[in-house]
């Protein structure tokens, strides 16, 4: 099998195409490098994969199009490329949230179309409930997102749909619970502790860290991505990606000062807009349909974070 998959040098997307290599599989990774974080820790996150013959690199921006052949050449596309987080999404960047996650998504389904019988995976977000009305909360909670990300994530999703409905287009969308772990982007929460953790610098925290996260492990995201590619009648489905364990921010943070044993300076300040109070997956849906649950234990996951912190210090 030969794999798409965009955003190879991000957060997830490194994790899954080493997890593909490592399947044996070859895979074709695109990223064009947008600027959310530092070029060098995506450069980083790429370096085993480069060692690898089975890996080839294509430096591309999707939204410009132009990736029928991408498409073509391989078995299933892995669409994880967007533009992350929901803070910065407000204002003037929303253009670039817009480009680069409903854009670039079209254009890629433009593409699948042609190939309607391919997998074709999408990386949405939890974000898309927004304030939700239930926890769990289950895929058939209408999505009210709570921010512009939110949004464009919202309708990368209606976009699948509408070319599985339309085209046939083989679509299965995915919504990560926010994922950790080893390579988590600079600007996510458990990255930013662990790193005052380590250098000594204080910790902002936003709202009252009595919020809570349905935490999820990188493996458990990667696994459960793997297995949307090969489960059976699964197209058009929406599945919810979670860690099983609604944890608060102030619980986490107390993981880190004894993982590090520092006690953190810890500071808070006002909710940021787009920050919704709690998230928690109701998972029935992966287990029924992809045969499989969360593996790994939040406090497990966090020190494995940790200990990947002290070594990428």
């Not at 709202?207 to 991505?225: I, K, Y």
């Amino acid at each position: 099998m030969r794999a798409l998959v965009t955003g190879c040098a991000g957060f997830i997307g490194s994790n899954l195409t080493e997890a593909l290599l490592e399947r044996g599989q070859d895979v074709v990774g695109v990223d064009c490098f947008n600027d959310n974080y530092a070029r060098p820790q995506k450069l980083d996150n790429l370096a085993g994969a480069m060692d690898h013959r089975g890996f080839q690199f294509v430096p591309i921006d999707l939204a410009r199009g132009d990736v029928h052949d991408l498409v073509s050449e391989v078995d299933v596309t892995f669409h994880l490329a967007a533009e992350p987080g929901v803070r910065a999404s407000w204002g003037g960047r929303f253009e670039t949230y817009v480009r680069n996650n409903i854009l670039a998504t079209q254009e890629l389904l433009e593409a699948a179309k042609d190939w309607p019988d391919k997998r074709f995976v999408f990386a949405s977000s939890s974000s898309v409930y927004g304030q939700a009305e239930r926890f769990p909360t289950p895929e058939t909670v209408l999505p009210q997102p709570y921010s512009p990300y939110g949004v464009t994530k919202l309708a990368a999703e209606h976009l699948c749909q509408m070319y599985h409905g339309n085209h046939g287009v083989d679509a299965v969308i995915l919504r990560y619970f926010s994922a950790y772990g080893p390579r988590q982007r600079p600007d996510m929460a458990f990255h930013a502790f662990c790193r005052a953790a380590l250098n000594g610098g204080p910790v902002t925290v936003f709202g009252d860290g009595l919020q809570t996260r349905d935490f999820t492990f990188v493996e458990d995201v990667v696994r459960a991505t793997l297995a949307a590619a090969e489960a059976p009648d699964v197209a058009g489905l929406v599945i919810n990606v979670g860690g099983g364990a609604q944890v608060s921010v102030n619980e986490a943070l107390h993981v880190i000062e004894e993982l590090s044993g520092r006690k953190l300076d810890v500071r808070y300040d006002a909710r940021q807009s787009g920050d919704v109070r709690d998230t928690c997956a109701d998972s029935t849906l992966a287990r029924e349909r992809l045969g499989l649950a969360p593996e790994t234990d939040w406090h497990e996951g966090l020190r494995r974070q940790w200990e990947w912190m002290q070594t990428a210090r």
